[in-house]
């Protein structure tokens, strides 16, 4: 299991780092123009801009700056206030000697993943993110608390009740719910919401328990129909197997054979992508954060990339690229938890 762990844990990290180096070089592969703010490229003369495009390093080769990125990624704060790279502070912290003395200096560190030069100019990278950060894990969270319960819970009913009115009328919404597109059903869910209910239609911070009742739903309401689909569809398969007719035939009610046997084992798939989506709920909803007007992580990275952000454009993927790693690595040990059949380790070898 440590074995499988540590692997799992090497390919991640890797796969991360050449996401991030793939997405860096072919930003470099764009005009140096798009660095600049559009009353920068009016009042700026040619040596104007070489002289700042040279001073931040942009006219380096693309691997010298690819290398620079990761090396100045860390910075590392000594107690004077001066920050210094990683390979720097190794350095003067093996040795003990030069840059402030830091072996016996208190220290903090952080992430340098550059400014924001478009959408918010001359932040770093890291605190326009952690604006919105918040925003979006509070919605994601709460809807996938909502769609969970009330997916798994649907999904049990119609596998007890298979054939029954109860099963056709989930049948119905789930078919409803993937035929009609995103913006039709937000547009009925909005309308009935705020005309009849008197729900806001727009979020606001001031009012915001109340402001975030119709984009919950509208989030929700999807994965709920997903988790109906394939727990209905689990519990059918194991209702069909041996242990279920050995399970009647010792005289075990129905609900203890739902419960006890078949809903744990049904509940095991739907394991393996649960830390997926409670780590993508940072990300946000492109379309619902829009269409409500919640200033969350959902419509950062399409306002970044036509507006050449490239900094934040970098550090977006890589955030997205490790919740989506980190997602499947937590799933697939979360599969063992569930299912002590499941070994991570085979014989001689990792799964």
Not at 156 to 176: E, M, P
Not at 330 to 336: P, T, Y
Request: a positive charge.
């Amino acid at each position: 299991m440590l074995k499988y762990t540590l692997k799992r844990l090497l390919q991640s990290v890797i796969t991360v780092l050449l996401i991030v180096s793939i997405v860096f070089l072919l930003m470099r592969l764009l005009p140096t123009d798009y660095y600049f703010r559009e009353d920068e490229l009016m009042k700026f003369t040619d040596e104007q801009k070489n002289e700042r495009l040279e001073a931040e390093g942009l006219l380096d080769p693309p691997l010298v700056q690819l290398g620079n990125f990761f090396r100045n990624m860390v910075q590392f704060q000594v107690k004077k206030g001066r920050s210094y790279s990683l390979d720097q502070f190794i350095a003067a912290k093996l040795s003990g000697q030069g840059i402030d003395n830091p072996k016996n200096a208190k220290t903090s560190w952080n992430f340098n993943l550059g400014i924001s030069r478009r959408i918010q100019y001359g932040q770093p990278v890291q605190k326009v993110i952690a604006e919105k950060f918040g925003i979006s894990m509070k919605i994601g969270l709460i809807s996938l608390a909502v769609s969970l319960v009330l997916g798994v819970v649907l999904g049990v009913l119609q596998a007890r009740y298979k054939d029954g009115v109860f099963d056709h009328i989930g049948t119905a919404y789930t078919v409803f719910v993937n035929a009609v597109p995103h913006l039709v059903s937000y547009s009925l869910i909005l309308i009935i919401g705020n005309q009849i209910f008197g729900l806001p239609a727009v979020y606001s911070s001031r009012n915001e328990a109340q402001s975030l009742i119709l984009p919950v739903i509208c989030l929700a309401m999807g994965s709920t129909a997903g988790y109906m689909l394939w727990m209905r569809r689990y519990m059918v398969d194991e209702l069909n197997k041996d242990y279920i007719r050995l399970a009647k035939l010792k005289g075990l009610s129905t609900t203890k054979i739902m419960f006890r046997h078949v809903l744990r084992n049904a509940f095991v798939p739907l394991a393996q992508y649960l830390p997926y989506s409670i780590l993508l709920t940072v990300g946000g909803s492109l379309l619902v954060e829009s269409f409500f007007a919640i200033p969350g992580m959902g419509p950062m990275l399409s306002q970044a990339i036509p507006r050449y952000d490239l900094n934040l454009v970098q550090a977006i993927v890589m955030l997205y690229a490790a919740l989506g790693v980190i997602g499947v690595f937590l799933g697939d040990l979360l599969m063992c938890l569930f299912d002590p059949r499941i070994s991570l380790v085979g014989k001689g070898e990792a799964r």
